[in-house]
């Protein structure tokens, strides 16, 4: 069964820091890949997404991830975070259908 | 563009007794899905509808849990009799299509607590 792990469940950081968040799959085929985030008060939005190509996909906010197929990864990175980047992050994975990981909640520091 | 709407925002139940919640996706996306947040859990998908008709429903707790979308367009899912464990927010998403490469749209959700 396809799964979907988030290594951090909660991550602090100053404003201009960097940012890597984790996202691994269990899935051997061909999957679609999707970063969702939820801003406080707000709905679920999409970030970005890969179904194929440059595995380096940019998406919105100067939000990039990467996927690795070998390592089964798409993290997701942006290289320097903003206070208004603070919300919950999820990866999905959609192959039959959409599988979400738990979440990391991002927490950005003025 | 109207986003997805969904009605009640907040509900609070005791276990045993009966809640609805409804959806109304953004006009024309024939795709409407549900989807159950525990809380510290990502969204897990209930049920997906393709126009009325169901495409998946392999997690849906069948024993409590029903939907429907008869026209296509709302829908609404039921839980009858809820359990505490059913406390969640039950999130609604709609795409134009099926197809993974169409983005899906989620509601605000409506947050249940079962006490």
């Known amino acids: 069964a396809q799964s979907v792990s988030q290594h951090n469940h909660h991550v602090i950081l100053s404003e201009a820091a960097s940012l890597e968040l984790g996202c691994n799959y269990s899935?051997?085929?061909?999957?679609?890949l999707f970063w969702y985030v939820q801003y406080p008060g707000q709905h679920l939005q999409l970030l970005l997404k890969?179904?194929?190509?440059?595995?380096l996909v940019k998406g919105i906010k100067g939000f990039e991830a990467e996927f690795i197929k070998s390592k089964f990864s798409f993290n997701l990175r942006k290289p320097s975070v903003q206070w208004s980047d603070t919300a919950e992050y999820f990866c999905a994975v959609k192959i039959h259908d959409m599988r979400f990981g738990a979440g990391t909640r991002l927490t950005v520091k003025p | 563009e109207a986003g997805v709407a969904q009605s009640p925002r907040y509900k609070i139940i005791e276990k045993r007794q009966s809640v609805a919640f409804w959806c109304n996706p953004i006009s024309g996306h024939a795709t409407l899905y549900w989807y159950q947040q525990i809380l510290g859990q990502g969204p897990k998908l209930l049920i997906q509808?393709?126009?009325?008709?169901?495409?998946?429903d392999s997690q849906l707790p069948k024993d409590r849990f029903s939907a429907e979308r008869l026209k296509g367009v709302d829908s609404t899912l039921k839980i009858q009799p809820a359990k505490l464990e059913d406390s969640a927010v039950y999130l609604c998403?709609?795409?134009?299509?099926?197809?993974?490469?169409?983005?899906?749209?989620f509601g605000p959700g409506t947050r249940l607590t079962v006490t």
């Open positions: 509808f393709q126009n009325n008709g169901v495409v998946d």
């Open positions: 890969y179904f194929s190509g440059d595995p």
């Open positions: 899935y051997g085929g061909t999957v679609n």
């Open positions: 998403a709609s795409s134009l299509e099926a197809g993974a490469n169409y983005e899906q749209y």
